[in-house]
């Protein structure tokens, strides 16, 4: 009996041991990285909170540390500083890879910009897209997603590129600025800016600038390009894990608008808003449309970005895609 129980202790200990190592050697196989967004309140870039918040990066071994920045060209700053790993940013800025920044974009997770639309203040007499032709609309800086949405939208009305005059703010706060001293008449903002401010009785939504552009990456995950060579393995476990969580925001709506309540400092109504009209923009496996991509190239062009438009291997690669969690 002693013999029994001695060996009985003994299997008992190696088995206590055995586990505390996989514990220890899981901790150990998570990896921390820093992901930059480029806008800390945007809801497009909700994901990575999400998968924090559920625990779904976790279950990819990978520990992730949020950096709000202030748009593309601070992500790809930070990027080539290495100061940090993964970047949210826009479609566009793919061009800073073409233009020679050490980066990669490794998947697309937002297709037509659907979280940007026309806005007016509320007692404007622009009732409908007609009403803009010929009117001072504003945008962030000449040349950017905004600039070009706003010519687009001169173009596919049938109006011409002098069809609208587009005037560069910079800051949401400056357009808003701009639109109640009437100095412009429409202004090209974030989607859920412009529920807020129809919440707030300030101003209303013309039309998404979706429409625009139905073929679009607006959103992509950049890299490091030294990542990918060194480490590809972490990229595609964060990539399961970004993706396994736009998943759950599509099943789980009042997660996802709690969340947004949250990160975002959203109302209850503005959240859900958002929610009901952008999730359908979110991708489910990163791969990079073809059509989309072509009018992307075409958008570096128009906007004077680049000269010619860019091979696609000089914007992004396919390795990583369609991402399956």
């Not at 009403?131 to 070009?148: A, C, F, H, Q």
């Not at 706060?173 to 401010?197: C, P, R």
């Not at 990542?227 to 399961?240: C, M, S, T």
């Not at 072509?294 to 991402?323: C, I, W």
Request: with cysteine.
């Amino acid at each position: 009996m002693q013999l029994k129980r001695r060996w009985t202790l003994v299997i008992g200990g190696l088995v206590a041991g055995l586990f505390c190592a996989g514990a220890a050697s899981g901790a150990a196989a998570a990896d921390k990285v820093r992901v930059g967004k480029a806008q800390g309140l945007a809801w497009t870039f909700i994901p990575a909170d999400i998968g924090i918040e559920q625990g779904i990066f976790a279950k990819y071994g990978i520990d992730v540390d949020i950096v709000a920045l202030a748009g593309d060209a601070k992500v790809q700053q930070a990027l080539a500083a290495k100061s940090i790993d993964f970047g949210l940013g826009s479609g566009p800025g793919m061009a800073f890879a073409a233009k020679g920044s050490p980066v990669i974009a490794v998947a697309a997770f937002a297709g037509p910009p659907r979280n940007i639309s026309a806005i007016v203040l509320a007692d404007s007499p622009v009732k409908t897209v007609a009403d803009l032709r010929g009117k001072l609309i504003g945008v962030s800086t000449v040349g950017s997603l905004t600039d070009w949405l706003a010519k687009q939208m001169a173009v596919q009305e049938g109006w011409g590129q002098g069809g609208v005059q587009t005037v560069p703010l910079g800051a949401i706060a400056a357009s808003l600025a701009a639109l109640k001293a009437h100095q412009i008449d429409a202004s090209v903002l974030a989607t859920e800016a412009g529920y807020q401010l129809a919440e707030q009785g300030q101003a209303r939504i013309v039309v998404g600038m979706d429409k625009y552009a139905p073929h679009f990456i607006t959103h992509v995950v950049f890299a490091r390009k030294d990542i990918l060579a060194d480490n590809p393995g972490v990229i595609e476990r964060f990539l399961k894990g970004f993706f396994a969580s736009i998943a759950f925001m599509k099943t789980h709506k009042a997660e996802t608008v709690a969340a947004a309540e949250r990160v975002l400092k959203q109302s209850p109504m503005v959240a859900s808003e958002t929610y009901d009209y952008e999730i359908s923009m979110l991708n489910d496996d990163g791969r990079f449309d073809p059509k989309a991509v072509e009018v992307l190239k075409q958008s570096f062009v128009e906007m004077g970005t680049l000269d010619k438009k860019p091979a696609n291997d000089e914007l992004f690669t396919t390795h990583f895609v369609p991402v399956k969690p």
